[in-house]
């Protein structure tokens, strides 16, 4: 595969374990002095800001090719191609001589799933760091079984794959221990993901930070509990926004058999909200999340990124009667 270019090379990805790790995988593969442009687990209309000229080769993974259909015409129009890798809401995607197109929607699929196939399998500890950060528990088992890993050893991919993807979530990069871009520029230095567990820094800086912001958590209580949905609102401080996410995966452990709902405060009286479907091929989360105006997703996990108050007793509503199938 060539991707030669006359232009830019541009790195557009998600912040979160799956975006990281692609990008990573691709960029180990392709090697490129590229341009980065990424941002929190919520900031997903990354393109819009982009310029592109006639030549750039710009690179996409993990981002909602549904949120941002008028930036890649755009970017097309303008004559750059753009390759794009991703497994969330695709339901207006378009074919284009410059576009090339690896998605999926399967729940059991990420983005770097989608990055190790199209590389024929040449990294596949990084692709499961990011299905356990996506988590996607039993395909990173399965793929850890498959190239012989040790118990010990998958373990050790899962916490580096929760740690990437607990540091993406917060209304801000404020929220955040490190910049995505940065944490990439960490991530990039190590081929090998338990050469990265074993010396650096910023691993040992996120597990200080997960396991303090998870002690709040044991003082929570559901806000309403059904059958067959459960959800949680937590405080407007900094530690619960950034567990949020972990935090969904973790209920989806604890009660399997019902879908979540964690919503945190927003600035200006607003909500976001995470959503983890515990039936993705009968309930999808992206389904109920686009309901609402800034909701989407994919089939097992979903999320809205501004839920106003005044809508946020609909929501809980809707959630639950949809939920309960």
């Avoid at 988590?135 to 793929?143: C, E, F, G, I, S």
């Avoid at 389904?287 to 097992?300: S, V």
Wanted: aromatic content about 10%; glycine content about 6%.
């Amino acid at each position: 595969m060539s991707l030669t270019a006359s232009g830019r090379d541009i790195d557009v990805f998600n912040g979160d374990a799956d975006g990281i790790c692609a990008v990573h995988m691709w960029r180990m593969a392709f090697p490129a002095d590229a341009e980065l442009v990424t941002g929190a687990k919520r900031d997903i209309s990354l393109l819009k800001n982009l310029n592109a000229a006639s030549g750039d080769n710009i690179t996409v993974f993990d981002i909602s090719f549904d949120q941002n259909v008028p930036s890649i015409r755009r970017l097309l129009d303008a004559g750059a191609a753009i390759t794009y890798f991703d497994h969330h809401s695709a339901s207006n995607r378009f074919e284009h001589p410059r576009l090339s197109l690896h998605w999926d929607e399967h729940p059991k699929v990420c983005s770097s799933i989608l990055v190790n196939n199209a590389l024929e399998g040449r990294y596949p500890e990084w692709a499961i760091v990011a299905a356990y950060g996506d988590n996607l528990n039993d395909v990173a088992r399965k793929w850890a079984e498959k190239i012989e890993l040790t118990e010990h050893q998958s373990g050790q991919l899962c916490e580096l794959g929760k740690l990437l993807n607990y540091n993406a979530y917060g209304e801000s990069l404020a929220d955040l221990h490190f910049h995505p871009a940065l944490l990439y520029a960490e991530v990039s230095q190590y081929k090998d993901p338990f050469h990265m567990i074993d010396e650096a820094s910023a691993f040992r800086t996120l597990q200080r930070g997960y396991h303090s912001d998870r002690l709040y958590l044991n003082s929570l209580n559901p806000a309403e509990t059904g059958k067959d949905a459960i959800l949680y609102v937590l405080p407007d401080q900094s530690w619960a926004r950034r567990i949020s996410g972990e935090f969904a995966n973790q209920l989806t452990a604890d009660h399997p058999l019902k879908s979540c709902a964690v919503i945190v405060p927003k600035a200006n009286s607003a909500f976001v909200v995470s959503i983890r479907s515990a039936k993705p091929d009968q309930l999808p989360a992206n389904i109920f999340c686009e309901r609402f105006e800034t909701g989407g997703g994919r089939r097992g996990a979903g999320g809205i990124n501004v839920l106003p108050t005044s809508e946020l007793d609909h929501f809980v509503r809707q959630f639950f009667q949809y939920f309960s199938g």
